[in-house]
Every structure is written in C-alpha cells, then in structure tokens.
C-alpha cells in the first residue's frame, strides 16, 4: 500500500471524463453488423479501456482474417468513430469532472490523461480542457496497453512524480490493474463488480471533491 502523499491525478479520458465509449461501441457495432459478426452492447463490456486491436480480435475471435483485413477492419472502426466524436464540446464532459480538475488545479496536485486511444488529444481540444491538464499521455505514448502499467508510468514520469504520489481515476477493470500495477492509488469509477479492486469505487464524479478524497485515502490507509 502506497503512502498518502498525494502530488498528482492521472484520469482516463474515455469512461471517466467523457462518454466517448458510447461512440466507441456504436462504431465497433457498424462494422461488426457490416462484417455478419454477432455483437452486442453486452459483449461490448470486456472491450473497455482495451485498445483498438485487441478489441477487434475480441470481436472477431478465431474467425480468419488476414492482417491485411484487420488493418482495413480497424482503420474503418476508425473512421466511424471520429464521425463520432466530431461535434464533441464542453457539454460532454461527464458531471463533476470539470468542478474536480478545477479544484485539483487551485490545490496545486498536477494533472495528467493517460488514455489507450490515439484520439484522445481531439477529445481533449473538442472538450476544451487541454488547459486544465499539465500532461497527456495516448495511444502514442507507449508500446503495451493496459493491462500493462506502462501508459500510467509513463504519464507519472511526464509530471515528475513517483508512482505512489499518484492517484488513478479509471473505469475499465484493465485500467484498475495497470494502477495497482504500477503502485499507484486507484479510484474506480463504476460498479464493483467491474472496478472493485481499486482503493475507492465511486459510482461517477457527481459532487466529487479533492477534500474529500484526501480524506477517504487517509482514512483508507489508517484501517489497512
Ligand atoms: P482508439 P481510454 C480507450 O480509451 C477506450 O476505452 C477503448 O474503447 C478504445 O478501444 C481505446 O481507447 C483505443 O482507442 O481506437 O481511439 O485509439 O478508456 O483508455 O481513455
Ligand atoms: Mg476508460
């Protein structure tokens, strides 16, 4: 368990800030509509926070296509989910996110996005938010997706702190794992059975503050 000497938050974009993983399922259910593959909003579940490619081989299984078509098959995705995400503004941010990055900014704790996607810095720019973050962290940042620590690490490094003076905020059970993996606090968003193994499990960010948080952290390592 690491101490409570909190410098840093690190949010996941999609999921945590933004519900950008709606369009993500719309888009992967037009191409596996297009392709006669069986899919579903339910299948859809074991795709969050996993990157572009490993979420088409979750979808297509041990049917064979070639590299050739699997690269067609994702830049096509693609293309439908930044048709998506094209008239994302500031009224997509989910409710509390801006309150918390705000306060987190007065408090001086620094700020990072670590997101899995290569289009997080247009989310980010549609949202206009780009000036509240000290760092962002994409699907460019690192070779090994999350499960891997690697894109939290990396984002850590950006701000120049430790891993345990950071504080993860992520929806996707993967998400939870690269936190805990890389030494870090996290804070999963969503229900238990999905984020769970993170230090705190809140529902969204509706009325989140930093004061409160400190507190649950210090409370929750007094009582480990
Ligand atoms: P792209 P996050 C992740 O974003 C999404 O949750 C996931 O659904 C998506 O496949 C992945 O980014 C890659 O996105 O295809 O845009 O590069 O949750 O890490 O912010
Ligand atoms: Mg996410």
């Known amino acids: 368990m690491p101490n409570v000497d909190i410098r840093g938050f690190i949010f996941d974009l999609d999921g945590v800030l933004?519900?950008?993983?709606?369009?993500?399922?719309?888009?992967?259910?037009?191409?596996?509509?297009?392709?006669?593959?069986?899919?579903?909003?339910?299948?859809?579940?074991?795709?969050?926070?996993v990157s572009r490619r490993a979420s088409l081989m979750l979808i297509i299984g041990d049917r064979p296509y070639s590299e050739d078509q699997i690269q067609e098959m994702m830049a096509r995705k693609n293309s439908y989910y930044v048709q998506m995400i094209e008239n994302i503004t500031a009224k997509d941010l989910l409710p509390g996110a801006i309150a918390l990055l705000h306060e987190l900014r007065q408090a001086k704790i620094k700020i990072a996005i670590a997101s899995g996607s290569k289009n997080a810095r247009t989310v980010i720019t549609k949202l206009g938010i780009a000036d509240l973050i000290d760092s962002l962290a994409?699907?460019?940042s690192v070779q090994k997706a999350k499960p891997a620590p690697d894109l939290f690490l990396y984002a850590a490094h950006q701000l120049d702190l430790n891993p345990s003076q950071c504080v993860v905020v992520e929806d996707a059970a993967a998400g939870v794992e690269a936190a805990l993996d890389g030494g870090m606090w996290a804070i999963g968003i969503g229900p238990v059975e999905r984020v769970g193994k993170a230090h705190i499990v809140l529902p969204n960010l509706a009325g989140v503050t930093w004061k409160d948080l400190q507190f649950r952290f210090i409370h929750k390592l007094s009582t480990s």
């Open 138 to 140: 994409d699907g460019y």
């Open 18 to 49: 933004t519900d950008t993983a709606e369009y993500h399922y719309l888009a992967w259910q037009k191409l596996a509509d297009e392709a006669g593959i069986p899919f579903n909003r339910e299948k859809n579940e074991a795709l969050r926070g």
